[in-house]
């Protein structure tokens, strides 16, 4: 069974543009769950979809988006990137909503965004 | 407020050595807590997930346990070997704010031949 994949895996963005990075659970997987890491803040919850429904949302502003497509497949979105936004970003997908650690997450390898 | 803190940073120890990593977190009304590790550059393997009414949970040479009234887990890893290098982090979240997921800062393990 395939893991979960992410594209690209490296990114190098200038301030002020947007980007948008892909996410691919394993599949029977409905729930995928988006992550930020840094060294400063750790690991951070950004977003849950699951049925192509956001559920639940951490504490990012407004320029942090993503979506779900009916095969499960997510996308992230970050506009008018910052010089803070470089980070590990991190999708994980589950069977069920992963909310509360409700159910075992497996990550894929994350996409690594440098914004200079 | 609702925080997760790991001690130690940094953990060097020799190879086949017993060693316990601790995660510790307020408000002990948590619903699940869970231990994963990362290796250098890449996503979270998940380890053990533990819910609220358990105690411990073992893995092979893993073996996670839950106190809850202390609001600590503690990792236990038996006859550590190189290929448990890595850093290791716990997530909790709790039953007011089943949403919430805290991820701790991690303990960086290395494990010397």
């Known amino acids: 069974k395939a893991g979960v994949t992410q594209t690209p895996r490296y990114l190098i963005k200038t301030r002020g543009q947007q980007v948008t990075l892909s996410c691919s659970p394993i599949?029977?997987?409905?729930?995928v769950s988006w992550y930020q890491q840094t060294p400063g803040q750790g690991l951070q919850f950004l977003f849950e979809?699951?049925?192509?429904?956001?559920?639940n949302k951490g504490n990012f502003p407004g320029r942090f988006s993503g979506r779900q497509f009916s095969n499960s497949r997510s996308e992230m979105n970050v506009s008018t990137l910052e010089l803070g936004d470089s980070a590990l970003y991190l999708c994980a997908s589950s069977l069920g909503l992963a909310g509360g650690l409700a159910y075992e997450q497996y990550f894929g390898p994350g996409t690594r965004l440098t914004v200079t | 407020k609702q925080e997760v803190t790991q001690i130690p940073a940094a953990l060097s120890v020799p190879e086949g050595e017993n060693l316990v990593l601790n995660c510790s977190f307020t408000?002990?009304?948590?619903?699940?807590l869970q231990w994963f590790r990362q290796d250098p550059g890449k996503g979270l393997t998940s380890l053990l997930l533990?819910?609220?009414?358990?105690r411990e949970q073992t893995s092979g040479r893993l073996n996670a346990s839950l106190d809850k009234s202390s609001g600590r887990s503690t990792l236990y890893i038996a006859a550590s070997q190189p290929g448990d290098s890595a850093t290791y982090l716990c997530a909790v979240s709790w039953q007011t704010s089943y949403d919430k997921v805290i991820f701790g800062p991690g303990t960086s393990l290395s494990v010397i031949p």
């Open positions: 599949s029977g997987h409905r729930s």
């Open positions: 533990i819910q609220s009414s358990q």
């Open positions: 979809y699951f049925s192509e429904t956001q559920r």
């Open positions: 408000d002990s009304a948590i619903y699940n």
